[in-house]
T-cell receptor
Protein backbone atom coordinates (compact mmCIF):
# COMPACT_ATOMS: atom_id res chain seq x y z
CA UNK A 1 0.00 0.00 0.00
CA UNK A 2 1.33 3.43 -0.91
CA UNK A 3 1.93 5.96 1.86
CA UNK A 4 -0.21 8.52 0.04
CA UNK A 5 -2.98 7.43 -2.30
CA UNK A 6 -5.02 9.45 -4.71
CA UNK A 7 -7.65 8.59 -7.27
CA UNK A 8 -5.73 9.16 -10.51
CA UNK A 9 -8.84 10.17 -12.44
CA UNK A 10 -9.02 11.61 -14.96
CA UNK A 11 -11.82 13.85 -13.84
CA UNK A 12 -13.48 15.48 -16.84
CA UNK A 13 -15.90 18.21 -15.84
CA UNK A 14 -17.66 21.11 -17.57
CA UNK A 15 -16.84 24.70 -16.76
CA UNK A 16 -18.66 25.86 -13.66
CA UNK A 17 -18.83 22.42 -12.10
CA UNK A 18 -17.81 21.60 -8.55
CA UNK A 19 -15.29 18.80 -8.22
CA UNK A 20 -13.74 17.14 -5.18
CA UNK A 21 -10.58 15.09 -4.80
CA UNK A 22 -9.66 12.88 -1.88
CA UNK A 23 -6.31 11.68 -0.68
CA UNK A 24 -5.58 9.10 1.99
CA UNK A 25 -2.36 8.70 3.94
CA UNK A 26 -1.09 5.79 5.99
CA UNK A 27 1.24 7.38 8.53
CA UNK A 28 -0.79 8.54 11.52
CA UNK A 29 2.17 10.62 12.70
CA UNK A 30 1.89 12.91 9.69
CA UNK A 31 1.85 16.57 10.63
CA UNK A 32 1.88 18.66 7.48
CA UNK A 33 -0.44 18.44 4.52
CA UNK A 34 -0.51 20.25 1.22
CA UNK A 35 -2.10 20.36 -2.19
CA UNK A 36 0.22 21.16 -5.09
CA UNK A 37 -0.75 21.76 -8.67
CA UNK A 38 1.33 20.53 -11.60
CA UNK A 39 0.73 21.59 -15.17
CA UNK A 40 1.87 19.37 -18.01
CA UNK A 41 5.67 19.22 -18.20
CA UNK A 42 6.02 21.88 -15.53
CA UNK A 43 7.19 21.83 -11.94
CA UNK A 44 4.73 21.46 -9.04
CA UNK A 45 3.53 24.65 -7.40
CA UNK A 46 1.90 25.02 -4.01
CA UNK A 47 -1.85 25.44 -4.21
CA UNK A 48 -2.56 25.49 -0.50
CA UNK A 49 -1.53 24.08 2.83
CA UNK A 50 -4.18 22.08 4.66
CA UNK A 51 -4.94 22.95 8.26
CA UNK A 52 -6.82 20.93 10.85
CA UNK A 53 -9.67 23.41 10.91
CA UNK A 54 -9.98 23.38 7.15
CA UNK A 55 -9.17 26.35 5.00
CA UNK A 56 -10.49 28.16 1.98
CA UNK A 57 -8.81 30.20 -0.69
CA UNK A 58 -11.27 31.65 -3.16
CA UNK A 59 -12.84 28.78 -5.07
CA UNK A 60 -10.64 26.20 -3.35
CA UNK A 61 -11.42 24.53 -0.03
CA UNK A 62 -9.17 22.01 1.71
CA UNK A 63 -10.19 19.75 4.58
CA UNK A 64 -8.24 17.43 6.84
CA UNK A 65 -9.73 14.44 8.66
CA UNK A 66 -7.08 13.07 10.98
CA UNK A 67 -9.28 10.33 12.38
CA UNK A 68 -9.84 8.84 8.95
CA UNK A 69 -6.45 9.95 7.64
CA UNK A 70 -7.59 11.72 4.54
CA UNK A 71 -7.49 15.18 3.07
CA UNK A 72 -9.73 16.64 0.44
CA UNK A 73 -9.73 19.44 -2.07
CA UNK A 74 -12.93 21.02 -3.35
CA UNK A 75 -12.93 23.25 -6.39
CA UNK A 76 -16.04 25.29 -7.03
CA UNK A 77 -17.02 27.01 -10.27
CA UNK A 78 -14.31 25.21 -12.25
CA UNK A 79 -12.40 27.23 -14.85
CA UNK A 80 -10.62 25.98 -17.93
CA UNK A 81 -7.39 27.12 -16.30
CA UNK A 82 -7.96 24.69 -13.43
CA UNK A 83 -7.03 21.84 -15.77
CA UNK A 84 -3.92 20.29 -14.24
CA UNK A 85 -2.73 17.43 -12.06
CA UNK A 86 -3.35 17.94 -8.34
CA UNK A 87 -0.80 16.39 -6.00
CA UNK A 88 -1.49 15.53 -2.39
CA UNK A 89 1.59 15.91 -0.17
CA UNK A 90 2.11 14.64 3.36
CA UNK A 91 5.04 15.15 5.71
CA UNK A 92 5.72 13.70 9.15
CA UNK A 93 7.78 16.59 10.38
CA UNK A 94 7.81 20.30 9.70
CA UNK A 95 10.83 19.89 7.45
CA UNK A 96 12.21 16.80 5.83
CA UNK A 97 10.91 14.05 3.64
CA UNK A 98 7.61 14.80 1.98
CA UNK A 99 5.60 12.06 0.35
CA UNK A 100 3.74 12.94 -2.80
CA UNK A 101 0.73 11.16 -4.14
CA UNK A 102 0.73 10.21 -7.80
CA UNK A 103 -1.74 12.98 -8.54
CA UNK A 104 -5.29 13.39 -9.77
CA UNK A 105 -5.75 14.73 -13.27
CA UNK A 106 -8.49 17.28 -13.84
CA UNK A 107 -9.68 18.44 -17.24
CA UNK A 108 -12.22 21.24 -17.35
CA UNK A 109 -14.05 21.47 -20.67
CA UNK A 110 -15.98 24.36 -22.20
CA UNK B 1 13.67 37.57 -6.60
CA UNK B 2 15.03 34.57 -8.40
CA UNK B 3 13.39 31.23 -7.91
CA UNK B 4 15.01 27.82 -7.82
CA UNK B 5 17.12 27.19 -10.88
CA UNK B 6 18.42 23.90 -12.22
CA UNK B 7 20.93 23.04 -14.88
CA UNK B 8 21.08 21.61 -17.40
CA UNK B 9 17.44 21.73 -18.40
CA UNK B 10 17.94 18.67 -20.58
CA UNK B 11 20.63 16.04 -20.53
CA UNK B 12 21.03 13.14 -22.91
CA UNK B 13 23.71 10.64 -22.03
CA UNK B 14 24.81 7.16 -22.92
CA UNK B 15 24.33 4.23 -20.61
CA UNK B 16 27.30 3.85 -18.29
CA UNK B 17 28.29 7.52 -18.26
CA UNK B 18 28.26 9.69 -15.14
CA UNK B 19 26.08 12.80 -14.95
CA UNK B 20 25.95 15.79 -12.63
CA UNK B 21 22.81 17.80 -12.08
CA UNK B 22 22.91 21.17 -10.40
CA UNK B 23 20.41 23.03 -8.25
CA UNK B 24 20.56 26.65 -7.13
CA UNK B 25 18.01 27.18 -4.35
CA UNK B 26 16.26 30.38 -3.45
CA UNK B 27 18.69 32.61 -1.59
CA UNK B 28 18.42 32.12 2.15
CA UNK B 29 16.54 28.83 1.96
CA UNK B 30 18.16 26.38 4.34
CA UNK B 31 16.36 23.23 3.22
CA UNK B 32 16.89 21.62 -0.16
CA UNK B 33 15.21 18.55 -1.63
CA UNK B 34 15.79 16.34 -4.63
CA UNK B 35 13.01 14.34 -6.24
CA UNK B 36 12.63 12.45 -9.47
CA UNK B 37 9.54 12.04 -11.56
CA UNK B 38 9.16 9.41 -14.22
CA UNK B 39 6.72 10.00 -17.07
CA UNK B 40 3.14 9.94 -15.82
CA UNK B 41 4.22 9.17 -12.28
CA UNK B 42 4.29 11.04 -9.01
CA UNK B 43 7.34 12.54 -7.36
CA UNK B 44 9.79 10.16 -5.73
CA UNK B 45 11.75 11.61 -2.80
CA UNK B 46 15.52 11.18 -3.12
CA UNK B 47 17.31 13.24 -0.48
CA UNK B 48 16.84 16.18 1.86
CA UNK B 49 19.47 18.69 3.02
CA UNK B 50 19.29 20.99 5.99
CA UNK B 51 22.20 23.34 5.49
CA UNK B 52 25.06 21.22 4.19
CA UNK B 53 24.08 18.05 5.97
CA UNK B 54 21.74 15.40 4.65
CA UNK B 55 19.69 14.01 7.54
CA UNK B 56 17.60 11.94 5.17
CA UNK B 57 19.12 10.04 2.28
CA UNK B 58 16.56 7.30 2.43
CA UNK B 59 15.24 7.86 -1.06
CA UNK B 60 18.47 7.41 -2.99
CA UNK B 61 17.71 4.32 -5.11
CA UNK B 62 21.22 2.87 -5.19
CA UNK B 63 24.83 3.65 -4.37
CA UNK B 64 25.22 5.04 -7.89
CA UNK B 65 23.35 8.11 -6.65
CA UNK B 66 24.99 10.71 -4.44
CA UNK B 67 24.39 14.34 -3.63
CA UNK B 68 26.22 17.10 -1.89
CA UNK B 69 25.54 20.64 -0.90
CA UNK B 70 28.21 23.21 -0.24
CA UNK B 71 28.05 26.58 1.44
CA UNK B 72 24.46 25.94 2.37
CA UNK B 73 23.49 26.82 -1.15
CA UNK B 74 24.16 25.00 -4.42
CA UNK B 75 23.60 21.27 -4.56
CA UNK B 76 24.72 18.70 -7.09
CA UNK B 77 23.16 15.32 -7.67
CA UNK B 78 25.55 12.83 -9.25
CA UNK B 79 24.49 9.63 -10.94
CA UNK B 80 27.31 7.25 -11.75
CA UNK B 81 27.19 4.58 -14.44
CA UNK B 82 23.78 5.70 -15.61
CA UNK B 83 21.17 3.13 -16.57
CA UNK B 84 18.16 3.51 -18.82
CA UNK B 85 15.84 3.29 -15.81
CA UNK B 86 17.45 6.49 -14.49
CA UNK B 87 15.68 8.43 -17.27
CA UNK B 88 13.30 10.85 -15.57
CA UNK B 89 12.85 14.48 -14.64
CA UNK B 90 14.95 15.37 -11.61
CA UNK B 91 13.34 18.13 -9.57
CA UNK B 92 14.94 20.24 -6.90
CA UNK B 93 13.02 22.21 -4.30
CA UNK B 94 14.03 24.56 -1.53
CA UNK B 95 12.32 25.92 1.54
CA UNK B 96 12.81 27.94 4.68
CA UNK B 97 11.37 25.81 7.48
CA UNK B 98 10.01 27.61 10.51
CA UNK B 99 8.76 26.07 13.71
CA UNK B 100 5.04 25.61 13.80
CA UNK B 101 4.43 26.42 10.16
CA UNK B 102 4.02 24.05 7.25
CA UNK B 103 7.17 23.86 5.16
CA UNK B 104 6.36 25.19 1.71
CA UNK B 105 8.67 23.84 -0.96
CA UNK B 106 9.44 25.85 -4.08
CA UNK B 107 10.41 23.81 -7.08
CA UNK B 108 12.84 24.41 -9.88
CA UNK B 109 11.93 23.61 -13.50
CA UNK B 110 13.73 20.29 -13.37
CA UNK B 111 16.39 18.52 -15.42
CA UNK B 112 15.08 16.05 -17.95
CA UNK B 113 17.56 13.17 -18.08
CA UNK B 114 17.49 10.71 -20.93
CA UNK B 115 19.80 7.71 -20.83
CA UNK B 116 20.21 6.03 -24.20
Amino acid sequence: RKEVEQDPGPFNVPEGATVAFNCTYSNSASQSFFWYRQDCRKEPKLLMSVYSSGNEDGRFTAQLNRASQYISLLIRDSKLSDSATYLCVVAVTNAGKSTFGDGTTLTVKP
Amino acid sequence: GAGVSQSPSNKVTEKGKDVELRCDPISGHTALYWYRQSLGQGLEFLIYFQGNSAPDKSGLPSDRFSAERTGGSVSTLTIQRTQQEDSAVYLCASSLPSSGSPDTQYFGPGTRLTVL
